[in-house]
Nanobody, 124 residues
Framework: QVQLVESGGGLVQAGDSLRLSCAAS????????MGWFRQAPGKERECVAA????????LYADSAKGRFTISRDNAKNTVYLQMNSLKPEDTAVYYC?????????????????WGQGTQVTVSS
């Protein structure tokens, strides 16, 4: 079992930056690839970024490319999502997730553990 706790969300203005953190506990963190997902009201949950176990491979949704950066610190059991140039359409609940798979992945059903989510609201 892996427990995931997100933090760092909040209310910001368009153009601002936020860094989300996800602290993991319970199992060896480096055995899991990680992802950040988001879900806006009335929309499906989507993967915005994913990272492999080692951190050597990252994947991004088109909407996140050039603005968001996923990273991980295996010594601290933490994965991060740096979000720059935020837009109102980035408003959503952001979730981190852990997958037993080695490689970065973007499919919702390939993840085994989920955090409770943190709200990000971007005002125009």
């Amino acid at each position: 079992q892996v427990q995931l706790v997100e933090s760092g969300g909040g209310l910001v203005q368009a153009g601002d930056s936020l860094r989300l953190s996800c602290a993991a506990s319970g199992r060896t963190f480096s055995n899991y690839s990680m992802g950040w997902f988001r879900q806006a009201p009335g929309k499906e949950r989507e993967c915005v970024a994913a990272i492999s176990r080692s951190g050597g491979t990252t994947l991004y949704a088109d909407s996140a490319k050039g603005r968001f950066t996923i990273s991980r610190d295996n010594a601290k059991n933490t994965v991060y999502l740096q979000m720059n140039s935020l837009k109102p359409e980035d408003t959503a609940v952001y979730y981190c997730a852990a997958s037993r798979g080695r490689f970065a992945r973007v499919s919702y059903n390939e993840y085994d553990y989920w955090g409770q989510g943190t709200q990000v609201t971007v005002s125009s």
